[in-house]
């Protein structure tokens, strides 16, 4: 197993550019994984865990894009006789991103509210904080890996995954 904690503070942040308040980063990552034997040259597991959560303004906008997000999967391995071999996996990764789309731009061909709730046609870094929307990305899955060598120059393989999103 493995555990790591990644973090930038507000306070590392800064401007190269005299007169540019500088771009502003929270993140907070912590990390751990564990895996090992359930029975010992038969069956394997493995696990892995990680949170996301980061602030961060791009170009000086108006409000920081928050990501936020339990990132987590899961494996068993068995290996069934000397030739063949199967797998189990289901992760998770749904990460919402705040403020991380401006509405009605989104493509292709799809919009988030009005086009002109909020929007000006100035710069990005004085539009209105209104006309920024959410983004969610990833989701649940599961996968199934079935391996058989059926001889020296022979092998079958089954792979498989499902993703679960709701509309």
Do not use: C, H
């Not at 493509?107 to 000006?120: E, K």
């Amino acid at each position: 197993g493995s555990a790591a904690f990644f973090m930038i503070p507000q306070s590392f942040n800064t401007s190269n550019v005299t007169g540019i308040a500088a771009n502003q980063r929270k993140d907070y990552q912590p990390d751990t994984t564990l895996g090992g034997p359930i029975v010992r040259n038969r069956v394997w597991f493995f696990g892995s865990y990680r949170r996301v959560q980061r602030d961060q303004t791009f170009n000086n906008a108006p409000v920081p894009v928050s990501n936020r997000g339990n990132l987590w999967f899961m494996k068993i391995t068995a290996q069934v006789n000397n030739n063949q071999r199967l797998q189990v996996s289901v992760q998770y990764d749904k990460v919402i991103q705040e403020n991380a789309v401006i509405r009605g731009s989104v493509a292709p061909g799809r919009t988030i509210g009005s086009t002109t709730t909020g929007l000006s046609s100035a710069t990005m870094q004085i539009a209105n904080p209104s006309a920024f929307g959410t983004l969610v990305k990833g989701g649940p899955l599961a996968s199934f890996n079935y391996n058989w060598v059926m001889g020296s120059n022979r092998v079958f393989q089954f792979v498989g995954s499902v993703m679960f999103n709701k509309p």
